[in-house]
């Protein structure tokens, strides 16, 4: 079983969705990352999470640490938004990190 | 700031070879991590050094080894090569407490 679980691998949606994106993990963590991979390979952080809510524009993530589950969520989703989502959960000290799968999402005009 | 970088960029080996990484991170950030991603297995953590020091470490044969430089690069080292470590190769680097910043990646294939 993997220690961090992710829903749905695949998501497609039209302009202008409200998109939801679901991690669960099954370990103590020190936080919760999300991150999005763009084709190509980049890969750039979008929230660090130790609880409660935070928001960057149209991407909101929350995190319930007593359920262990986190979402990140997009608003008014674009074309642009259409990427790879990844949760990471950091354990410990430092920077220790256990991967989701990934959410692959689409994003049609 | 100039971001993470990675160098090579895409490498070709063949199996049984040696290869060495490096990934110079952001200026005043003491910890660099490295990752492997494949189609397959996804991301995967190899190891983390920080302070010249590996902190944490993934579970993946000695094979795979790495360092850090007083100056905070780091290299890794993958040593007798098998196809099955071709992979994009990622590093990130993190100022204490804060979010992680990832490099372009090394996109090496094993042939």
């Known amino acids: 079983k993997n220690e961090v679980e992710q829903s749905p691998q695949n998501l497609t949606a039209q302009e202008g969705e409200f998109i939801t994106i679901n991690c669960s993990y099954s370990v103590g963590i020190s936080a919760l990352h999300w991150l999005q991979q763009h084709p190509g390979g980049g890969i750039v952080s979008l929230f660090m999470l130790s609880s409660g809510k935070k928001k960057h524009g149209r991407l909101i993530a929350t995190i319930n640490i007593q359920e262990k589950h986190s979402s990140l969520h997009i608003t008014a989703s674009h074309p642009r938004d259409s990427a790879v989502y990844i949760c990471?959960?950091?354990?410990?000290?430092?920077?220790?990190?256990?991967f989701g799968t990934g959410t692959s999402l689409t994003v049609i005009p | 700031k100039a971001g993470v970088t990675q160098t090579p960029r895409y490498l070709i080996k063949t199996r049984g070879q040696q290869v060495t990484l490096s990934c110079s991170p952001i200026s005043g950030h003491r910890s660099v991590s490295w990752y492997q991603q494949t189609p397959g297995q996804g991301l995967q953590f190899l190891f983390e050094y920080f302070s010249e020091t590996q902190r944490n470490k993934g579970n993946f044969p000695g094979r795979f080894s790495g360092r850090q430089f007083s100056n905070s690069r780091s290299e890794m080292n993958v040593s007798t090569l098998e196809l099955g470590d071709s992979a994009l190769y990622l590093c990130?680097?993190?100022?204490?407490?804060?979010?992680?910043?990832f490099g372009p990646g090394t996109r090496l294939t094993v042939t």
């Open positions: 990130a680097s993190t100022a204490t407490g804060t979010e992680q910043y």
């Open positions: 990471a959960a950091a354990r410990g000290t430092g920077n220790q990190f256990y």
